[in-house]
T-cell receptor, first 118, second 111 residues
């Protein structure tokens, strides 16, 4: 079954304790992205990756790190979480069709990770 | 920088009525996608528009991309209770691969 998996699904942690949220896709997609969702703000892109070893900042990258060592995995790292990073996080992947801008992004989203930082 | 705005934020619809949600960008978009998120769920891809003036239909849903590629709309006819959820638009504008989502239109359907 084609899917994007995230772990953990729920996490409560304390300020400053490093954590990693894993994301894995089994569709051989080139494009992967992380979003956070907060009430009234929609989805905001944190980081994205066009392919292995290629990552770029989205609109809200502060306080986050990512890596793309393999095509299927795109972990999100919070080195020193703070309460303002309490949010619902989604990972997504897409087969990118096209060259340059204007290509196709049919994003498949993971189930989400609800993170609470106290 | 690029901003994507969506209106209305909330939409209460009587079952059987039509409604439209609008997406406006401050800059020209390369493409625009629409997603639907059911309560408690994750966003699900509906469609992507790439060409200026493009119109696509999916059953009762009609999607349009403006001539200037700065706005888009989603029109739903004969709303059903299954249409409940939040509809998001997302556009690629400034940088290749960088996608910006609107804040979404939350749709509530009254039987």
């Amino acid at each position: 079954e084609a899917q994007v998996t995230q772990n953990p699904r729920y996490l409560i942690t304390v300020t400053g304790k490093k954590l990693t949220v894993t994301c894995s896709q089994n569709m051989n997609h080139e494009y992967m992205s992380w979003y956070r969702q907060d009430p009234g703000l929609g989805l905001r892109q944190i980081y994205y990756s066009m392919n292995v070893e290629v990552t770029d900042k989205g609109d809200v990258p502060e306080g986050y790190k990512v890596s793309r060592k393999e095509k299927r995995n795109f972990p999100l790292i919070l080195e020193s979480p703070s309460p303002n990073q309490t949010s619902l996080y989604f990972c997504a992947s897409s087969r990118y069709l096209g060259q340059g801008r204007g290509g196709s992004y049919e994003q498949y989203f993971g189930p989400g990770t609800r993170l609470t930082v106290t | 920088g690029q901003q994507v705005m969506q209106i209305p934020q909330y939409q209460h619809v009587q079952e059987g009525e039509d409604f439209t949600t609008y997406c406006n960008s401050s800059t020209t978009l390369s493409n625009i996608q629409w997603y639907k998120q059911r309560p408690g769920g994750h966003p699900v891809f509906l469609i992507q528009l790439v060409k200026s003036g493009e119109v696509k239909k999916q059953k009762r849903l009609t999607f349009q991309f403006g001539e200037a590629k700065k706005n888009s709309s989603l029109h739903i006819t004969a709303t059903q209770t299954t249409d409940v959820g939040t509809y998001f638009c997302a556009g690629e504008g400034g940088s290749w691969g960088k996608l910006q989502f609107g804040a979404g239109t939350q749709v509530v359907v009254t039987p």
